[in-house]
């Protein structure tokens, strides 16, 4: 888990790991240089009253990509999973992926996640493909970093790129392009914050970043990384929007009518 300046969301993210029906577990949080003071106090306030969390309190400001690293590197677990501080997990999510990643016998799983607002109000849902292949997440993002689980008994630790943006999908492309398939839960098991003053609430200051992932990360020319982000990304998260607006909407409808 990386923090930065999330006191005011951060323990109901912590709680909803410490809290998990699987027990076996180890909480590393790397704050990247938070300069807010409800921060750190509630990092250091757990790691006072649970074992099980293990704090990195990095010197400056690196981002999310460096901070999750620096987590993986501490990591002793054979399965390693990530949650934002601004987003939670469901009770049960990590008792019912590694089961299902046993049963694949697969080196990386996701799932479904629920969409919230800032004050925690669910306002949509993405539901995850049944499979995701390496050539399908070129094409474009499709799994949830906050839902992702993967097993380091096959490659062994993967680790995200050092980009300020999108290293999430990059790193799993990295992953893909070893085990060329993933498979996911179309249970919701996590609930995803969108925020405001987040990185990445402001879609169109993405651009730049997704060519990034292309260009840099995958090694395509400049011409080459514009041409498959404009004909191949685009239609493809164009198509994935219309659907998650669709799906979204049939999930709210039912969830009044049963209220």
């Not at 800032?118 to 539901?127: E, K, R, S, Y």
């Not at 097993?151 to 990295?174: E, S, V």
């Amino acid at each position: 888990m990386p923090t930065y300046n999330t006191g005011s969301i951060l323990s109901e993210s912590i709680d909803s790991i410490l809290c998990q029906t699987y027990k076996n577990l180890e909480l590393i949080i790397t704050d990247d240089k938070s300069d807010d003071s409800s921060t750190i106090s509630i990092l250091k306030a757990y790691e006072r009253k649970d074992n099980r969390v293990k704090v990195i309190y990095l010197d400056s400001n690196h981002g999310a990509g460096y901070a999750r690293n620096k987590a993986i590197e501490t990591a002793r677990g054979r399965y390693i999973a990530f949650c934002d501080s601004d987003d939670r997990w469901v009770a049960d999510k990590l008792e019912k992926q590694i089961a299902f990643i046993k049963e694949k016998n697969c080196c990386l799983t996701y799932s479904s996640y629920i969409i919230c607002n800032q004050d925690g109000t669910d306002t949509g849902i993405f539901i995850a493909p049944s499979i995701v292949t390496y050539g399908g997440m070129k094409r474009d993002d499709k799994i949830g970093c906050l839902t992702a689980l993967y097993d380091t008994a096959f490659y062994g630790k993967f680790y995200f790129p050092l980009l300020r943006k999108r290293q999430d999908w990059a790193m799993f492309i990295l992953l893909l392009e070893k085990c060329r398939k993933a498979y996911g839960l179309k249970e919701p098991l996590a609930y995803y914050r969108l925020r405001t003053d987040s990185l990445s609430s402001n879609k169109r200051s993405l651009v730049k970043f997704n060519i990034n992932v292309y260009h840099k990360v995958l090694g395509f020319s400049k011409l080459k990384s514009y041409l498959y982000f404009g004909f191949i990304f685009l239609p493809t998260y164009i198509i994935k929007t219309i659907k998650r607006k669709k799906d979204s909407h049939k999930f709210l409808s039912l969830k009044q009518n049963i209220t």
